[in-house]
């Protein structure tokens, strides 16, 4: 009984605490599945850290109307140093540089290395197993010097320190070196490597790389290349990618696309609204600023998961970067290439010309000018040329060459040149004399040599000043094939000159043309812009000047191309524009510019109309124009302008063009300073009618 008694209770006891061990196990797993989830998830993240990259979009590309490229995208690839997730310990940053060189040297890319400039020049001995270090002197004149110069402080050194004590400081600060009490100094890397690392070390921080601030070590690398080192698993060596603009036609078009650059301080706010980073590049001028919202895109962000080491343990695009949009413009490559070689050519005509008559003020100082074309019917720009002109592809090696040069082959005179318009204007003043019936058709005036009006105020027609002769009695067709001046003073009289502005804006004359891209809207000349600018009163000799386009009147070779066109559409102007449509990546139409015709137009009668095209075919069949255009295939009708500038430099030369004459497409309108001569603008103009007509 007693035994039976006894192996019960062992029995019990045995059970009980059988029980209370897995009751503890059971509550030992409730509290690591449930109560203790907190915090087994606050210590896994604790273990991993999160940063993000930028990943920049791709900027849309540019093209011609017909789809040639224009600008281009060119990938280049990089190795890049982050601070963020490099070794902590100076001796593992230094392995790790040394590896990246070590495998760009035995993969062949060690060309794409470039050491920096050092504040030092090493001397040894002739078994080269003593080091010296010296200060060169050229370094200081460097902006690295004198950031240099702010490090030293720190080192407890100071500008006068021997370049030794500067240079021991540096690499003890980078782990090359130590250097004991007594001078000696012990090396952890070869000689060679020991002086790599300082340059390289101390570039790293003047350029103050930082968590924010990478540093590139190896540039233009391979792509090959670039992977074999993100799959080393080197810490703190990332890749990078660079998408440069590649200009596929150098040389040429050159104004109209514009360049690309860093924010500027004047841009800055502008730009932080629209999200974009300090550090962005952007377009700073022609297309590329104008379509800067098509181009630029959205940026992506890849997020990089690291360790507690800093190794990097995971990586994904956290936002898919949205590619920029294309941007094709009206221009023809072709045709544009043609108008810049053409006007080049022209001006260089004119200077020898001038040069083998030997008449002072003749052009031989022609050096620049400009030239438009405008498709009549929707206002598109066929073709913008200045010159002298530049080259993108090489701007930043051409840069101080090209702001030290007097010609100003930076400014784009088509659209920012402002320039009397001389004898063209006299269309604009027939218009409204003839809309306003001051004359009509059959009006003659006895034209003298001398305009005798006004007592005090007496101007002279040009055909008085070159013979001494007068043009007689004659009407608005002869004025305008002989471009009399003395016509157009009794004209100018009687129309006022606020009925003379009124048509000229109405024309396109001293407003905006709609171009997208930056232009001058020119000037007007009268008791207006007299009173805006404090130049005195408007004087009634001053209306004579200007209505044959002297006086302060001022407008681009642009606007003189839609004014043109607005004549020959009888009086309807269209907005000149630059854009065609623009493209999304994968080739959607997102936007298609329409022809839109600009406010305030005016309605010519058909009668004036006829008029006045049937007098610009006289001028060149038989007029001043003749000697260009006389035998031409192709009718064609314009009007030149000769403005006086000073009397110290010959002439500005102007001439602006129509055709083919019964339908009219093409308006285009060339300007050479001092070019002596309006017609002799007219060869550059010809030369753009052959190629867009195909005439050989």
């Known amino acids: 009984m007693n035994k039976k008694r006894a192996f019960t209770i062992r029995y019990v006891s045995l059970a009980v605490f059988f029980i209370l061990v897995c009751l503890i196990y059971i509550a030992r797993l409730i509290n690591i599945q449930i109560a203790g989830q907190d915090y087994?998830?606050?210590?896994?993240?604790?273990?991993?850290?999160?940063?993000?990259?930028?990943?920049?979009?791709?900027?849309?590309?540019?093209?011609?109307?017909?789809?040639?490229?224009?600008?281009?995208?060119?990938?280049t690839y990089s190795l890049r140093l982050d601070a963020g997730s490099m070794p902590k310990l100076q001796a593992d940053k230094n392995d790790v540089i040394l590896t990246v060189l070590r495998e760009a040297k035995a993969a062949g890319e060690d060309a794409s290395f470039t050491l920096p400039d050092s504040p030092f020049t090493v001397r040894t001995n002739e078994s080269g197993d003593t080091v010296h270090y010296e200060y060169n002197p050229a370094y200081f004149e460097t902006n690295m010097g004198t950031k240099f110069y702010k490090l030293v402080t720190q080192l407890s050194c100071t500008e006068e320190s021997p370049a030794e004590d500067t240079a021991a400081a540096l690499l003890k600060r980078y782990g090359i070196a130590d250097t004991a009490k007594d001078g000696t100094r012990t090396y952890h890397y070869s000689a060679e490597d020991a002086q790599l690392l300082l340059a390289l070390r101390l570039h790293m921080e003047l350029s103050d790389f930082s968590t924010v601030v990478?540093?590139?070590?190896?540039?233009?690398?391979?792509?090959?290349?670039?992977?074999?080192?993100?799959?080393?698993?080197?810490r703190g060596v990332l890749p990078h990618t660079t998408a440069e603009r590649e200009y596929t036609h150098p040389g040429y078009a050159s104004h109209i696309l514009g360049r690309m650059g860093k924010i500027t301080k004047d841009t800055k706010d502008y730009y932080l609204a629209l999200g974009y980073p300090l550090d962005a590049t952007v377009g700073i001028s022609g297309a590329e600023q104008a379509f800067e919202t098509y181009l630029r895109g959205e940026d992506g962000t890849l997020t990089i998961v690291e360790d507690a080491y800093g190794n990097v343990v995971d990586q994904y695009v956290s936002r898919e970067p949205r590619a920029g949009s294309d941007v094709y413009l009206t221009i023809d490559i072709a045709m544009q290439m043609k108008a810049e070689e053409a006007l080049a050519a022209n001006i260089q005509l004119i200077v020898d010309n001038a040069i083998a008559s030997g008449k002072e003020l003749s052009g031989e100082d022609a050096d620049a000018g400009a030239l438009t074309a405008v498709d009549v019917d929707t206002g598109e720009i066929l073709a913008l040329a200045s010159a002298?002109?530049?080259?993108?592809?090489?701007?930043?090696?051409?840069?101080?060459?090209?702001?030290?040069?007097?010609?100003?082959?930076?400014?784009?005179?088509?659209?920012?040149?402002?320039?009397?318009?001389?004898?063209?204007?006299?269309?604009?003043?027939?218009?409204?004399?003839?809309?306003?019936g001051i004359i009509t058709p059959t009006t003659y005036i006895h034209a003298k040599g001398v305009y005798e009006y006004y007592s005090t105020y007496t101007p002279t027609c040009w055909i008085y000043n070159m013979y001494g002769g007068s043009h007689g009695s004659i009407n608005i067709t002869t004025a305008i094939q002989e471009s009399c001046n003395y016509f157009f003073y009794e004209v100018g009289r009687l129309l006022t000159i606020e009925t003379m502005n009124k048509y000229s804006k109405a024309l396109g004359l001293g407003v905006p043309t709609?171009?997208?891209?930056?232009?001058?809207?020119?000037?007007l000349a009268g008791p207006d812009y007299r009173n805006e600018h404090g130049l005195g009163a408007w004087n009634p000799g001053d209306t004579l000047a200007a209505a044959i386009g002297q006086a302060e009147n001022l407008f681009t070779p642009l606007q003189l191309s839609v004014y043109m066109s607005a004549i020959i559409n009888s009086g309807t102007r269209m907005q000149a524009h630059i854009l065609y449509k623009v493209e999304s990546f994968s080739g959607?139409?997102?936007?298609?510019?329409?022809?839109?015709?600009?406010?305030?137009?005016?309605?010519?009668?058909?009668?004036?109309?006829?008029?006045?095209?049937?007098?610009?075919?006289?001028?060149?069949?038989?007029?001043?124009?003749?000697?260009?255009?006389?035998?031409?295939?192709?009718?064609?009708?314009?009007?030149?302008?000769?403005?006086?500038?000073?009397e110290n430099e010959s002439n500005?030369?102007?001439?602006?063009?129509?055709?083919?004459?019964?339908?009219?497409?093409?308006?285009?309108?060339?300007?050479?300073?001092?070019?002596?001569?309006?017609?002799?603008?007219?060869?550059?103009?010809?030369?753009?009618?052959?190629?867009?007509?195909?005439?050989?």
């Open 514 to 523: 709609g171009i997208e891209l930056g232009e001058k809207t020119g000037v």
């Open 588 to 646: 959607e139409v997102l936007y298609q510019v329409e022809p839109t015709v600009a406010d305030n137009t005016i309605q010519l009668s058909g009668e004036v109309h006829d008029l006045l095209l049937n007098a610009m075919r006289r001028v060149t069949e038989n007029g001043s124009a003749a000697r260009v255009f006389s035998s031409y295939p192709i009718e064609v009708g314009g009007k030149t302008g000769t403005a006086q500038v000073n």
């Open 40 to 75: 087994y998830t606050t210590i896994t993240g604790s273990t991993y850290s999160y940063r993000t990259e930028v990943i920049h979009a791709q900027r849309g590309e540019i093209f011609d109307r017909g789809g040639v490229p224009l600008v281009v995208n060119v990938y």
């Open 214 to 234: 990478p540093y590139t070590i190896l540039s233009d690398v391979s792509l090959p290349f670039l992977s074999r080192i993100a799959e080393s698993g080197l």
């Open 388 to 436: 002298p002109t530049y080259n993108l592809a090489t701007y930043n090696e051409d840069r101080v060459a090209l702001n030290e040069d007097t010609r100003a082959p930076l400014f784009n005179r088509a659209l920012s040149g402002t320039y009397p318009p001389g004898s063209t204007f006299k269309i604009g003043v027939a218009a409204a004399a003839l809309t306003e």
């Open 652 to 696: 500005n030369a102007i001439f602006t063009a129509f055709a083919p004459f019964n339908d009219p497409q093409i308006v285009v309108s060339c300007i050479i300073e001092h070019g002596a001569n309006g017609t002799d603008a007219g060869y550059a103009v010809r030369d753009v009618f052959d190629h867009y007509f195909g005439i050989e």
